[in-house]
């Protein structure tokens, strides 16, 4: 029996928050070190941890049947999963019937290859990391030399009528003399860009403290060289946007630390082995692989997911304040799902 075929409703929390988005996570390998997100010598799951294709559009199923109408595949890097191009197709089959939109999170090395077979899948926009325009920069700060990949997949996507959002981590001493130039250069190509602050996820090489940099600070950079206007444009995510006359662009904020959001939260995020977290900065889980591999999945799912309403937190609590701090979670963003 299919997932969605079990009785359902919608998805509830205990704050009355209506979940309707998924970030689902096809893998956590990713073919960059991010020095803000994980260490060099990065240890990765076992493959035979990771569900299967079947197990994730399965699993994608029972979310639609619950009232999830946005489903964004992350990782991870996403595209490095080898069988990555048959769950697209198979997703994008239900957009229109339960399903309204489906998208990704790539870091772009690998979007030139796969932009036109998403485009066809009905994938409409994508979120590509770039947090330097500056090739020396970039592979010092992602450890890989491969930054004309990612302007490739960025030129990629666009070609194939894919709208492209640029994700971009300010870090003090690394990119903050840039940002402004970043997005005029985005906003010249039609593209959005969204800033986001470092988040205290995992144990990575050096400290957090030195390179964490505020947006409000940013922001005050920003207005002495524009006029930002807050508008209420919104994509279902955490950010808040504004519009900037002078490059006839829009620009997101997404401030973990400095404007908490949590109120308006509508996301579940599920790991690559079905580990479902209510919220990004907590520690409560639900296992959806053993719910899938039970003798009665769609009933031991739809337990899950009612689960996960219950013990999902009204807000996280994420910190960056003293040199030597321990992150908030021992678990990696890629771990979780970016």
Excluded at 117 to 136: C, E, F, H, P, Y
Excluded at 171 to 179: F, V
Excluded at 195 to 204: F, Q, S
Aim: proline share 5%; hydrophobic share 40%; with cysteine.
């Amino acid at each position: 029996m299919l997932l969605a075929e079990a009785p359902v409703r919608p998805l509830v929390d205990g704050f009355q928050r209506r979940i309707s988005y998924l970030r689902l996570s096809v893998t956590d390998r990713c073919d960059l070190r991010c020095t803000y997100c994980m260490p060099e010598a990065m240890t990765f799951l076992p493959r035979k941890d990771v569900l299967s294709l079947e197990e994730l559009y399965q699993l994608s199923l029972g979310f639609i049947a619950r009232g999830v109408d946005k489903i964004r595949i992350t990782g991870g890097e996403p595209l490095v999963r080898r069988d990555i191009g048959d769950l697209f197709p198979a997703l994008g089959r239900h957009l229109g019937a339960g399903l309204n939109e489906l998208t990704l999170t790539t870091n772009g090395t690998q979007l030139a290859q796969h932009a036109d077979a998403l485009a066809k899948a009905g994938v409409r926009r994508v979120n590509i990391s770039l947090d330097t325009m500056d090739r020396a920069r970039f592979a010092e700060l992602t450890r890989r030399d491969r930054l004309p990949q990612v302007l490739e997949g960025i030129s990629a996507a666009k070609d194939a009528g894919l709208k492209v959002k640029l994700n971009t981590v300010a870090l003090k001493g690394i990119n903050e003399d840039e940002i402004a130039d970043l997005i005029a250069w985005a906003h010249g190509q039609g593209h959005d860009v969204t800033l986001i602050e470092v988040m205290p996820l995992g144990e990575v090489d050096g400290d957090r403290i030195d390179h964490y940099l505020p947006l409000t600070s940013v922001r005050a950079r920003l207005e002495e060289r524009w006029d930002l206007k807050d508008i209420d444009h919104s994509t279902g995510g955490p950010a808040r946007y504004v519009d900037i006359d002078e490059t006839g662009g829009r620009l997101g904020f997404i401030t973990p630390l400095t404007g908490n959001f949590c109120a308006s939260c509508n996301r579940l995020r599920v790991t690559a082995t079905g580990q479902l977290y209510p919220c990004l900065g907590g520690g409560e889980r639900v296992d959806l692989r053993a719910a899938l591999r039970s003798e009665d999945p769609a009933r031991e799912l739809e337990l899950a997911l009612n689960e996960a309403m219950r013990i999902k937190p009204e807000r996280h609590f994420f910190e960056i304040s003293e040199r030597g701090q321990e992150p908030h979670l021992p678990r990696h963003m890629s771990m979780t799902g970016g």
